[in-house]
Each structure stands twice: as structure tokens, then as C-alpha cells.
């Protein structure tokens, strides 16, 4: 199963803006790592957002939306969102917008 091209080079234009971004193949899709944390990922007509979880419920419930599952387990903080459901330029900046966020998070953690 291949990813959306459509996807990914909208997310390589999102995060060209940043030095330490690496792309990675996995799970089907084509992960986008950055500072070494798995953030966005272009997959088969939809993107995978790794939100902060505390979000996740309010997120969620918006339309195209769904929790990523893997081997029947939920993860809380991990969304897939629709391809139609990105055509708009601000849906697509709002969760990109979430993903860098939680990286940022993430990242800083330790410092």
C-alpha cells in the first residue's frame, strides 16, 4: 500500500522552514521525523498526526478524523486525518500546526 504523494509534499512544503526533518518509510507510509520523533506521516489517501494527548478527545470528534489503531490497540495522541478532509489550507496548517507543537514538546523534554 503506498502513500499519498499529495500528502507528503504538502507536509516536505510545511517543514521546509526547519533543519532537522528526516523522512522515513514505515508502516506503510512515509514518516516525517523531526528532532529524531516521529511527527506527521503521508499514508494511503490520509496523514497521521501526532498530537499533544490531552487533545486527542476534542480533535478527534472533527470530521475525517479517527484515533490510530495498530494490532487492535488505540493510541491516544496519534490521529489519522482524511485526504478530503485537508484540502483546505487552514485545516491542513491547523494540524501541522498541532503536530510541531507536540514535538516541540517533546524535544525539550530533558533540557
Not at 475525517?64 to 489550507?89: A, D, F, P, W
Request: hydrophobic share 35%; aromatic share 8%; with cysteine.
Amino acid at each position: 500500500m503506498g502513500y499519498s504523494e499529495n500528502i507528503a509534499q504538502r507536509i516536505r512544503v510545511s517543514l521546509e522552514h526547519l533543519t532537522n526533518v528526516k523522512e522515513k518509510k514505515m508502516f506503510g507510509s512515509l514518516a516525517f521525523m523531526v528532532k529524531d520523533k516521529i511527527c506527521l506521516t503521508a499514508g494511503p489517501k490520509r496523514m497521521m498526526c501526532r498530537i499533544d494527548p490531552k487533545l486527542h478527545e476534542q480533535e478527534v470528534k472533527k470530521k475525517g478524523c479517527s484515533t490510530v489503531v495498530m494490532r487492535g490497540r488505540n493510541y491516544k495522541g496519534y490521529i489519522h486525518v482524511q485526504e478530503e478532509n485537508l484540502k483546505q489550507e487552514n485545516e491542513f496548517k491547523h494540524w501541522i500546526e498541532l503536530a510541531l507543537d507536540f514535538n516541540e514538546q517533546l524535544t525539550s523534554k530533558g533540557k
